[in-house]
């Protein structure tokens, strides 16, 4: 993968047998994080948000109802830290990322009985969640905090 040039070169490898040429790749995961040649976060967001979904799936399958003080410990040990996984590596920044895994938070509040018909933003302050948004804005103040 070349980053940072729009210029494609071939690499090759040397050893014993001759030389290999390298091929060439436009994404690379690297201790879980998705890396694209764009550097942009799409990759990591909707694998991110497919993993959270899985996960949410299995939670509707196995439990019919819950209520508000079952469904936040379900949720922020089971699906949130999908979300969240290494965010200050891959934080979104593209309106479409960032909508990618609100909507999965917002599916997964559907779940709490009674908040089905409320809207997204009145069931956060029912089950006294915050957006994702807010949560990763938040985390980066209190580390600008504590280098400063």
Known sequence: MSLGHSVHHDYCMADHSGSHIMSRTSEE????IFITDNLKPSVQCTKAAARARS???MVRRN???LDCEDFLIIYK???RPHLEYAIQAWS?????DIQC????QGAATRLISGFKKLSYEERLCAAGLTTLE???????LIECYKLL
């Not at 979104?92 to 479409?96: A, G, I």
């Not at 807010?134 to 980066?140: A, E």
Request: proline content about 3%.
């Open 63 to 65: 439990f019919k109802r």
């Open 101 to 104: 895994l609100e909507s999965v």
């Open 77 to 79: 040990t089971y699906i």
């Open 29 to 32: 995961k690297d201790l879980g």
């Open 55 to 57: 996960i949410l799936g």
């Open 92 to 96: 979104p920044f593209l309106q479409k």
């Open 134 to 140: 807010v949560r990763r804005q938040r985390g980066d």
